[in-house]
């Protein structure tokens, strides 16, 4: 059973286990107070579903989250109009229009809530409420996944999503979304603090004026949000304090200004009395604002408004109108708080409450001044989020003192302060002269926009941490987070805002650096915040990179399990933040080394360090000797010129891009089958089902080439495999250029290895570079790539061609010329979409045959370059489409060097606007070309079309019959109407893991022989069935189908069905059936075809029930036009026996005679079908091949000259 269909069982068993336990909330009768706490009072925690979240996500595995799989937890759309959040799934059909997938299971099945797209021209909002949830903890943490999309993303104004808390009579607001945002899932997290009695939270979004861009959300979850809970013969530790409820909280948190036990205990302690507290609703009470440019200002939400970065709420009250300090004035300015003078003491300390959002640059700086030194104790740099965060600093002063706290605001960030509480072993000083504030410091020499070097030399600012020295003493690239923390952070800077942070600490030689010596290295520490959450680190802003750039580190996590270091990319161009690198705790003290691939992105990113573990426990987390390698874009890495790999070793000079959306993989087998280079090695393979993949496009891309003076031939081996598979596509590119597509291949190709080729045309002095980029149209099946070589010279005539990435050599010439052209883009009129990919965007060859261009009895004519006789016999395959009136006619001519051309193939007529299949067989003993003469019929509105051609070293099959030897012989799975639809595939008898399926195939009786497949267990309930069609086929009036059938379903699962039907401009009729179980063996059955009009045979597969487990094979497809079934012939239902079954037969009976001369016959068939199969070139093949013209040796790369086609 497929991924998908395991994903599927889950999810819908998750949907039948929650809807029976959600009928029955609250199955232990808990107390109205108890339920939708957070808390789980039931033994199956249903006093926790349907409450915004479930108790337990089913298909995640996590508590109190909503993944929407199982319904809507509880939330309802309130919106007052038309614009409303309903559940939805992504849609294949409409890529870019939507997610590409939910966020939970990463495909098309899972499910989110989305906001419908706005109709007229009014800018409503769309409301989501949750329901009532009662008491959240001063821990609690909200965590959920919004997905951007849609054209409107590349301008200023975007849809904007708010989350607000609704509790008694204010509304205040909890988060709100950036200002830029890239296309893609971007995470949500918002902190509510401790709220007491009922709540509810809502989600609002209100749509950018253009309506151009979707929201989406998903995967809600509440983390810490229960109030802390007596456990039996608890014991508060020697640094707790029991609270009153029984709970147990650290002693440093009583007094603090927020209730962290849950019932007002910690802060209503008779100790408390002695705290000094400024709230601020009053005035700055011992506070002194020093006035300037900027300055700290008290001030309130309900007056500065909700611009994005502003608090939305004070901490004292969590209200809108509660009072706080904030820096005002000028952006970029020092703006100073001070305290009066204090006695010496070791035992003083001031917690209180900062906000900095909205800005990467703001600071927050804590000193202590005395009357010869100013002390830095603690400072807070970038962007903590929408919220309150609790700091709290510790004075060990031996002499008068006082603090000094300086905030700066950067652009349009805010820096602001709440609840400043002193300890008692604060008293101030009253004999002692006052201690007079330091001057501020003066104005460098270097502007706002640029950096200034160690040397008192200044650069721009974008030449900082460019992974280049700008400056001479080389300092612009000190403090960019490349360090051995002996000398500091290194440029990292701590984010976090919860009980961990990251800090610099110093070892002895036992539990030092990498090297096991006494040093520094980055370390998770206690931290002051009030949540759990991991704690952060960032670097300053890095890039450009180039594609090879490589994070290098040690770390050590000497933790359980729950413990994990991660290594994130934060780039500021897209909005996104992607995981590049995760490690879990193993217990384990000893240093690890990891190499971190970043790839190419460009300026600004910032490598971002999330660490966790229980606070509660002896843990360590930390990294040390942190390097960039081969980072620098303007220099080449050491494997850059080695594009001809076969990934035995390495990926040679190709790079993962990774700002893709999911992820090559380098393996063996991965049970899609073997590799091509030796039939045992590695190859590239990309999953688009693979965990973590929420997107559509992956690229896989070298550094940039030297020019090429002359041209080159880039060949390589692919394989498009699975029923949904997408596109795999060759781009160049030139610096500061557009890509541009030199090959693309669509569709499943089945299991089996094709040859591409490309030819790379020089073009002047500039550098290029290479990318083979797929793009996903669902979620079953997989790409791969192996051999790739790059030779001297062109490649020559290109045996297929779909015409997207261009003529493929082929010329035109005549009295009109043939255009390329798609039906989005061109200024004739033709076909509504290409053969290729079905839609209006693809491409094919057109000429415009209408008496206005080309008049009756002109022609136009296009000619392929030469071909070489591979083969005593060949075949051209085409797709054509003649407009219905008039259209002229088409001539099919092969010309052999030094000979006159012969017609081969003519057509004048056709009946309605589909694609016909064309084909010739080609006899020729000299190099030859084919030519397409299409001439004028004196029509008015008239086009003749031609795409994917195709040249194969065999005849040619008759038309509507295939035995799957070669391919598929015009036979394909429709996709133009049928967007959820599954492709059959082709494949051999070897067994694979990922596509099962019979291990002989009929024509053959071998595992090397081929036919058409389908994995029923990848459809579900509701799906599309999955088609198999033949070309248009003329109308026939007594005429006969035989085919061969295998369907290897279990007997217990009988709802699946094979049916072959007739379609027709009279309709859709079915005229053969079978269902379930058929036997374990190959079947033959015989179909008599009648139609009055042209037609097409479709062998469809549908389900009944679910789930469905089997695979059902078709092979040696046999259409006699004109000719009637004969019916000593008709053998329907009648099994071929394998060996074994033939020697039972011996055994009950069986002449043996008859036995050996079946044998014979056989045996004579096979010889001339695999001498047949010996004349085809090397263009397709399930076995493996290796480079034909290249030689590895001790992994270094030889390029021999490439034999010519038919050595």
């Not at 797209?117 to 903890?137: H, I, N, Q, Y």
């Not at 802060?267 to 400024?278: H, L």
């Not at 604002?289 to 969590?318: I, K, M, Q």
């Not at 990292?492 to 990251?502: A, E, F, I, K, Y």
């Amino acid at each position: 059973m497929s991924g998908r269909t395991v994903l599927l069982v889950l999810t819908l068993l998750g949907r039948a286990a929650l809807s029976d336990a959600s009928t029955v909330v609250n199955s232990c009768s808990s107390s109205a107070e108890q339920l939708c706490d957070f808390v789980c009072d039931c033994g199956d925690c249903s006093d926790e579903n349907q409450c915004g979240y479930l108790g337990t996500s089913l298909v995640l595995g996590t508590p109190f989250t909503c993944d929407f799989e199982e319904g809507d937890c509880g939330w309802r759309d309130v919106s007052a109009s038309a614009y409303r959040w309903v559940l939805g799934r992504a849609s294949l059909a409409a890529w870019g229009t939507g997610p590409h997938s939910d966020h939970t299971v990463g495909t098309d099945l899972g499910w989110f809530m989305a906001a419908a797209d706005p109709p007229g021209k009014t800018s409503p909002t769309a409301w989501l409420r949750s329901p009532v949830m009662r008491e959240a903890a001063a821990t609690c943490e909200i965590r959920a996944w919004y997905h951007l999309s849609g054209s409107g993303l590349n301008r200023t104004e975007q849809p904007v999503l708010r989350l607000a808390l609704e509790a008694g009579d204010e509304t205040v607001e909890l988060w709100q979304s950036p200002e830029q945002g890239g296309e893609g899932w971007h995470e949500l997290v918002a902190y509510p603090g401790r709220t007491a009695g009922s709540f509810q939270l809502t989600f609002s979004v209100t749509p950018s004026p253009a309506r151009e861009a979707q929201l989406a959300l998903d995967d809600i979850t509440f983390r810490n949000c229960g109030l802390p809970q007596q456990l039996a013969g608890q014991v508060c530790e020697a640094e707790e304090s029991a609270c009153q409820r029984g709970s147990c909280v650290a002693s440093d948190r009583f007094c603090d200004g927020t209730d962290d036990c849950g019932d007002g205990s910690d802060e209503a302690a008779p100790q408390c009395e002695s705290f000094t507290a400024c709230t601020f609703e009053q005035g700055l009470c011992l506070w002194e604002a020093e006035a300037g440019p900027a300055a700290w200002e008290r001030n309130a939400s309900v007056n500065l408004g909700a611009a994005y970065g502003l608090p939305a709420r004070d901490h004292s009250n969590g209200s809108r109108e509660g009072c706080f300090l904030h820096v005002g004035g000028v952006a970029g300015g020092v703006a100073r708080l001070s305290s009066p003078d204090f006695q010496a003491t070791n035992s003083c300390s001031l917690a209180l409450y900062c906000h900095l959002h909205g800005s990467a640059a703001s600071n927050l700086s804590i000193y202590y001044v005395t009357a010869s030194a100013k002390v830095l104790l603690r400072e807070r740099t970038g962007e903590l989020g929408a919220s309150w965060v609790r700091e709290r600093v510790e004075f060990d002063v031996p002499e008068t003192f006082k603090v000094l706290i300086e905030g700066v605001a950067g652009g349009t960030g805010t820096v602001a302060l709440d609840d400043m509480i002193l300890s008692p072993g604060c008293k101030q000083e009253q004999e002692k002269p006052q201690i007079a504030l330091p001057d501020r410091d003066a104005a460098g020499p270097c502007g706002a926009e640029e950096f200034a070097c160690d040397s008192g030399q200044c650069i721009g600012a974008e030449l900082a941490c460019d992974f280049a020295e700008g400056c001479a003493d080389g300092s612009d690239e000190k403090r960019c987070g490349a360090t051995t923390f002996e000398e500091g952070a290194g440029g990292w800077h701590d984010l976090s805002v919860g009980q961990l942070r990251w800090g610099v600490q110093t070892a002895t030689a036992s539990t030092g650096s990498t090297l096991g010596e006494a040093g520094a290295f980055l370390a998770l520490q206690s931290g002051a915040g009030q949540t759990l959450t991991a704690a952060k680190a960032r670097t300053p802003p890095l890039g450009p990179s180039g594609p090879a750039c490589t994070m290098e580190m040690s770390y050590r996590i000497s933790s359980d399990h729950q413990g994990f270091l991660a290594v994130r990319v934060a780039d500021h161009g897209t909005g996104t933040t992607q995981l590049a690198w995760e490690a879990r705790g193993h217990g384990s003290t000893a240093w690890q080394h990891t190499s971190i691939p970043l790839g190419e992105r460009a300026r600004p990113f910032q490598v971002e360090l999330l660490g966790q573990v229980n606070p509660h426990e002896a843990a360590s987390v930390a990294i040390d000797n942190v390097t960039f390698v081969h980072c620098d874009p303007s220099v080449a890495p050491p494997q850059a010129a080695e594009v001809s790999c076969n990934f035995e070793t390495d990926t040679c000079g190709w790079y993962q891009d990774q700002r893709s959306d999911f992820r090559w993989v380098r393996g063996a087998g991965q049970g899609q089958g073997p590799d091509h280079t030796t039939g045992s090695g590695y190859f590239l393979a990309m999953d688009p089902a693979a965990p973590g993949s929420h997107g559509q496009q992956t690229q896989l891309i070298t550094s940039y080439q030297e020019p090429a003076t002359t041209a080159s031939c880039l060949s390589f081996w692919y394989r498009l495999a699975g029923p949904q598979i997408g596109t795999l596509s060759l781009k160049l590119k030139h610096e500061e250029e557009e890509e541009t597509v030199l090959w693309t291949k669509r569709g499943a190709q089945g299991s089996v290895w094709h040859r591409g080729f490309a030819t790379l045309s020089p073009e002047g002095q500039r550098k290029y570079r290479l990318a083979f980029e797929a793009l996903r149209d669902g979620f079953v099946g997989d790409v791969g790539l192996d051999d790739v070589t790059l030779r001297a010279g062109s490649c020559g005539a290109q045996r297929s061609c779909s015409f997207e990435a261009g003529t493929c050599g082929l010329a035109a010439s005549g009295e009109l010329t043939w255009l390329r052209q798609s039906n989005s883009t061109g200024a004739t009129a033709g076909p509504s979409a290409d053969h290729t990919t079905s839609t209006a965007a693809g491409h094919y060859m057109l000429v415009n045959t209408s008496k206005g261009s080309l008049p009756a009895g002109r022609v136009a004519v296009l000619t392929s370059e030469l071909y070489e006789p591979s083969a005593q016999t060949q075949c051209l395959t085409f797709w054509y489409q003649l407009s219905g009136a008039t259209p002229g006619s088409l001539s099919v001519f092969v010309e052999e060097s030094g000979m006159q051309r012969r017609k081969l193939f003519a057509v004048s007529a056709m009946q309605g606007s589909a694609w016909h299949h064309g084909q010739v067989t080609i006899q020729a003993d000299e190099d030859w070309r084919a030519i397409f003469e299409a001439a004028g019929g004196g029509g008015d509105h008239a086009y003749i079309a031609l795409d994917d051609l195709h040249v194969m070293d065999s005849a040619c099959s008759e038309p509507g019959s295939c035995d799957f030897e070669l391919d598929t012989c015009g036979w394909s799975s429709p996709t133009d109407d049928n967007p959820y639809g599954f492709a059959w595939g082709r494949k051999s008898g070897v067994p694979l893991a990922k596509y099962p399926g019979p291990e002989q195939d009929h024509t053959l009786g071998t595992k090397d022989g081929h036919y058409a497949y389908f994995d029923a267990s990848v459809l579900g309930l509701g799906d599309t069935a999955a088609q198999l069609e033949s070309q248009h086929l003329p109308a026939a009036a007594d005429s006969c189908l035989r085919f061969w059938y295998h369907m290897d379903i279990p007997e217990h699962l009988p709802g699946v069905e094979l049916r072959v039907r007739l379609h027709s401009a009279e309709g859709q009729r079915t005229v053969w059936s079978a269902a379930g179980h058929q036997g374990w063996g190959w079947l033959s059955s015989t179909v008599p075809v009648q139609s009055p009009s042209e037609f097409q045979i479709v062998f469809e597969i549908a389900t009944r029930t679910w789930p469905i487990k089997g695979t059902i094979a078709l092979d040696d497809i046999v259409y006699s036009a004109g000719t009637g079934c004969d019916a000593s012939a008709a053998m329907a239902g009648k099994e071929t026996k394998s060996s074994s079954s033939f020697v039972a037969e011996v055994v009950i009976g069986l002449l043996l005679a008859l036995v050996v001369l079946a044998m014979v016959v056989a045996g004579g068939y096979y010889l001339l079908k695999r001498r047949g199969q010996a004349s085809r070139t090397a263009a397709e093949s399930s076995a493996p091949q290796g480079f034909d013209n290249i030689t590895f040796q001790d992994d270094k790369v030889t390029i021999s000259p490439l034999p010519k086609e038919g050595e």
